[in-house]
Structure formats: structure tokens, C-alpha cells
């Protein structure tokens, strides 16, 4: 059969991914996997005609395609993402209706199902047969069980495509149905502040929603923000996944383009608001290309104790994937989620409300200084780069190693020698069957709330408990 692979590493065949993809080529000799650098080569394949009619007639002829890439940043490379664009603005649907399909990445596994819940409500927009998806770690080609994992994965996909396997979509299509938004009446700035605030956008003229929230945020204060269009910023390209940064964040841009001044100008907001509109079912891949190139700061948080906010057009309550990332992002950038707002709202006035609510809960956070906790997606996803800079990744990622040990980043329960203590202590009195009788009795739940109740009760003026900041 013939097999397209559809490689999503901008590195082309130096790629990680495109090892494993060897890797089957090899066992599976009698089948042909055309592979085709989609994201290396984005710029043909967009400019070019023919180059594009190529690929589209490669696509055509397959018995199956299989998308495979590296995770960046939630998704796939902004390269790729435009590929997908591409597909939809040259109304190409129909090259991929009822191809049998498959997902393949490889990752240190940090937010891969949101780049997998992507490709899967893609691969459904373009009504082709998903028949599986495989994430595999980026050293497991060389764990033999990891390695039969995947030969099962790629022939369970053959046989699928041989037997005609009947395959049901997963997601819905998007009802892209959004009301024109229409600001009511002028409103006067009442909000002065002394706060930096800065809106970063891709708007362009035709997206009118877009630029009216943006316009009637920034009009709820006394001194308007400055607003960044990435559009009217150099950016010579997307991340080339080359890693230079990893030793001291020196990025291959560095001066052959204006990106890396306007990121660091951004840092030194205290409020930061993101405005795009859905473009399948993500952001643009302008956007897209702004996440992948802020990995300048390779696994660093860039935006620590900022108020981070988003001003979406489009659908987004048809995507939790999406919110999910935005979520995900902001905890990962240990900022604070001030709020989203969308322009999904029946009722102008709604929207109207919603825009002047994000504006003062914005102010009002930054000038408490508040940051609420992280979710899983903070701690969780903090704790997978913990360990990976510590053990196989400290280089060539010597940056993140150094910023990890000065932030106390390497909390290992291992170094916490009081719990280990207390645990190998009561561990052996466990052991006797009346003292475990005892300690796992009735008392037990009054063991666990002990502390808590004594601090409670001394009635201390303990910070945030007397009503103070």
C-alpha cells in the first residue's frame, strides 16, 4: 500500500519523528511511506503552485495518510497549522474526504492530547476515516516494548485500511454562526491607572468583531494600551526546532528579524491581552508562529505575576480544546488567567458588560497582585519539565537547568526529609497489627484535619485572614 506521512517537523528528515517514521519504513519494506516535509517546506508548497497541486495529487493517490510531528507549544508547528489553512482556503476538502488516516507524534508528553484532540477535529472537518493515534515518548524507539507498541499501532492501521473498517466521527462540525458585534453607545474612559497594558493581535481589516472588542477594551481606560498587530511586526519565519536557544535563549533570529525585541517588550507589561480570531479550530497560524518563537525562553516562564487575558472571535465555546490550551498556557506562563471573552454573546449589551468587566478585573488584580493557583495544568505540567531538564534534557538545555535551580524548581519529594522520616516511621508501627488498627481507625480522619484546626484556632493574624492584603 501506499502510505503518505505528512511530516510536521520543521527539521524535515533530522526530525526525531521522522526516525520512528524510518523505523517502520524498514519493518514494513513491502509497503511504500511517502514522506513529504510539509512544515520544512511551507514556503514552496504555499508559494508554488505546482508544488501544492503535487502534494494534493500524492494525497489523492494514497491508500492512507498518516499526520505525524513534534509537539510545540499545545499544538502542532505553526508551519504545519498553515499547511491545514492552506487545505480549506484552496477548498482541497475534498483530495482528503474518505481517506483512512492516523496520528503520530512525539513529545516529552506535555499537552500532546491537545495537539491530538486538534488533528483529531480536523482530520473529522475534513470527513476522512480516523482510524487511530499514537503518542510516543521521544526516546521510546529505543525501548523494545515501545517499539512493538508501535509496529502494532502501524499495522492495526494497515488492517483497517484492508478490511475497510467503518470509522464514526468524533467531533461535530463547527457552526461558524457568530452574531456581528455591534458596541452600543460610546463610553467615557473612567478607568485611570498606572499600569502597563498591552493588546497583541492578528487582526486584520475584514475580521470587524475582532477589532471592535479590541477597540472597545482599550476604550474602558483613561490612558488607552498600546496595541501590538503582529502583522506589522518582522517575523522572517517560524521556529526552525534547531535548539540554539537551549544554552543561553541566543535565538538563530537574533537580528534578522524585529520578533525577539517586540517579546521582550512585552515582558515588561503588567497586563497582557491576546486578541485572534478562530481559524479552524485554533488561532491563526500567526499566532501560532507567536507561541513556537517565544521558545526563545525554551522551557521558562516568560510572563511570571502577569494579568494574561484573551479576546477571542469565533466559536470557542464549540472548542474546549482550545480553551483548554489558552488555560493551560497561562498556567504554564505562571501569570494569571484575568478572563476570556468572546463575541459569541446574542445580546450586545452582553458583550458590552463582558469587555468592561475584563477591563476592571484586569486592574483590580494587578493591583492586588493576585495570582490564583495552579491547576493540573500548572503543577502537572511543571512537574514533566522538572524532570526531564534534570535528567535527559539538561543539555542541551543548559538555560532552563540553571533558571530551574534558582527558582526552586527541583522540588523532589526525594529532598524532603521530614515526610520521608515521618513516613518510615509510622510505616513500621503499621506493621503491628494493633497500632494499625488504631491508626487506621476512626482517629485517622481526625490525624488529617489536626494541624489545620490548630492553626485555625490560635486565631492569629495570619496573612489574607484578617481581611487585610
Keep these: 500500500m501506499k502510505i503518505v506521512v505528512l511530516n510536521g517537523s520543521p527539521k524535515g528528515d533530522l526530525s526525531v519523528t521522522m526516525q520512528f517514521v524510518a523505523f517502520l519504513a524498514k519493518m514494513n519494506p513491502q509497503h511504500n511511506l511517502k514522506i513529504i516535509n510539509i512544515a520544512q517546506q511551507i514556503r514552496h508548497i504555499e508559494n508554488d503552485g505546482r508544488k501544492f497541486d503535487e502534494v494534493m495529487a500524492d494525497i489523492e493517490t494514497a491508500d ?26 484552496r477548498n482541497k476538502t475534498e483530495v482528503f474526504r474518505d481517506k483512512y488516516t492516523a496520528v503520530f507524534s512525539t513529545s516529552i508528553h506535555f499537552f500532546d492530547h491537545t495537539a491530538h484532540q486538534y488533528m483529531r477535529g480536523i482530520c473529522d472537518d475534513l470527513n476522512m476515516r480516523f482510524c487511530d493515534a499514537f503518542s510516543a515518548g521521544m526516546r521510546d524507539l529505543f525501548k523494545s516494548v515501545e517499539r512493538e507498541n508501535l509496529l502494532k499501532f502501524f ?36 478607568f485611570v491607572h498606572s499600569r502597563s497594558i498591552i493588546i497583541v493581535t492578528d487582526a486584520e481589516e475584514t475580521q470587524v468583531n475582532l477589532l471592535r472588542m479590541i477597540d472597545r477594551f482599550a476604550a474602558q481606560f483613561a490612558e488607552r494600551p498600546q496595541v501590538v498587530n ?20 541566543h535565538c538563530a533570529y537574533t537580528g534578522r528579524d524585529e520578533f525577539i525585541d517586540m517579546f521582550n517588550r512585552l515582558k515588561t507589561a503588567d497586563i497582557l491581552v491576546f486578541a485572534g480570531a478562530i481559524q479552524d479550530r485554533y488561532l491563526s497560524s500567526l499566532w501560532k508562529t507567536f507561541f513556537d518563537r517565544a521558545f526563545f525562553n525554551t522551557h521558562m516562564p516568560n510572563f511570571v505575576g502577569k494579568q494574561l487575558a484573551f479576546l477571542v472571535s469565533g466559536p470557542l465555546q464549540q472548542l474546549p480544546n482550545l480553551r483548554q490550551i489558552l488555560e493551560a498556557y497561562t498556567e504554564h506562563q505562571q501569570a494569571n488567567l484575568a478572563g476570556i471573552v468572546t463575541d459569541e454573546q446574542s445580546h ?22 493576585y495570582k ?8 502537572g505540567g511543571l512537574k514533566i519539565f522538572r524532570d526531564e531538564i534534570w535528567g535527559p534534557l539538561r543539555f542541551p538545555f543548559v538555560a532552563d537547568h540553571q533558571y530551574y535551580k534558582q527558582h526552586g524548581v527541583y522540588d523532589f519529594p526525594q529532598y524532603d526529609y521530614a515526610s520521608r522520616i515521618r513516613n518510615a516511621f509510622l510505616g513500621l508501627l503499621a506493621k503491628i497489627p494493633a497500632v494499625r488498627k488504631e491508626l487506621y481507625g476512626p482517629k485517622m480522619t481526625e490525624y488529617m484535619v489536626r494541624d489545620y484546626k490548630r492553626f485555625v484556632e490560635k486565631g492569629e493574624h495570619h496573612a489574607g485572614l484578617d481581611g487585610s492584603d
Design 230 to 249: 503582529l502583522r506589522q511586526v518582522e517575523i522572517n519565519g517560524g521556529c526552525l526546532g534547531c535548539i540554539r536557544c537551549g544554552y543561553d535563549n
Design 64 to 89: 492512507g495518510v498518516i499526520w505525524a510531528f513534534p509537539l510545540y507549544v499545545f499544538l502542532v508547528h505553526s508551519h504545519y497549522k498553515r499547511f491545514i489553512e492552506l487545505i480549506f482556503a
Design 155 to 190: 499495522r492495526g492501521f494497515l488492517a483497517a485500511i484492508q478490511r475497510k473498517a467503518p470509522c464514526a466521527r468524533q467531533v461535530k462540525p463547527l457552526e461558524l454562526n457568530n452574531p456581528e458585534y455591534v458596541p452600543g453607545e460610546a463610553v467615557a474612559p473612567t
Design 348 to 369: 450586545v449589551g452582553e458583550t458590552d458588560s463582558a469587555l468592561r468587566e475584563l477591563a476592571l478585573r484586569s486592574l483590580d488584580y494587578a493591583d492586588r497582585g
Design 372 to 379: 490564583r493557583p495552579n491547576s493540573f495544568f500548572g503543577v
